[in-house]
């Protein structure tokens, strides 16, 4: 069964239905897959609620979108995976924001596809598989 984590973008537009991406998620949950997000995800939106007018009400919303999904924890595995990312990507010279990188390890250690909504250096990480849900 194909896997798929959606980061924030990605998730922000399965919410709002923007860019194609409920489209997209729906095909694949068709097609037989599973479809989640995960903790540092999850934490980056509710951040981004915080500064909402309508904190409740998007709240709300984010609750009832992620009922349907899978919602991937933050392991043990996923923190080694994120130290050996981080370090080789500083070694290489490449700046990547910590959440990005927590994101990306936890792809990794579950050997799932990540899903992006818009350009993004996730590209960059060595045997991280990434689609784009808008392009």
Wanted: with cysteine; proline share 2%.
């Amino acid at each position: 069964m194909r896997r798929y984590l959606l980061d924030t973008c990605a998730m922000g537009d399965l919410i709002n239905r923007r860019k194609g991406v409920h489209e997209r998620a729906r095909a694949a949950r068709l097609g037989g897959a599973r479809l989640g997000t995960c903790i540092p995800v999850l934490g980056e939106l509710f951040f981004g609620i915080e500064f909402s007018q309508t904190r409740a009400e998007n709240r709300a919303r984010l609750i009832r979108a992620i009922t349907g999904l899978s919602l991937w924890p933050y392991t043990r595995e996923a923190a080694e995976e994120y130290g050996r990312l981080a370090a080789q990507l500083r070694r290489a010279g490449r700046a990547m924001q910590q959440v990005d990188m927590q994101v990306a390890a936890i792809a990794l250690t579950l050997s799932q596809c990540l899903v992006v909504s818009e350009d993004t250096d996730l590209h960059a990480v060595p045997g991280l598989s990434v689609v784009n849900w808008t392009s």
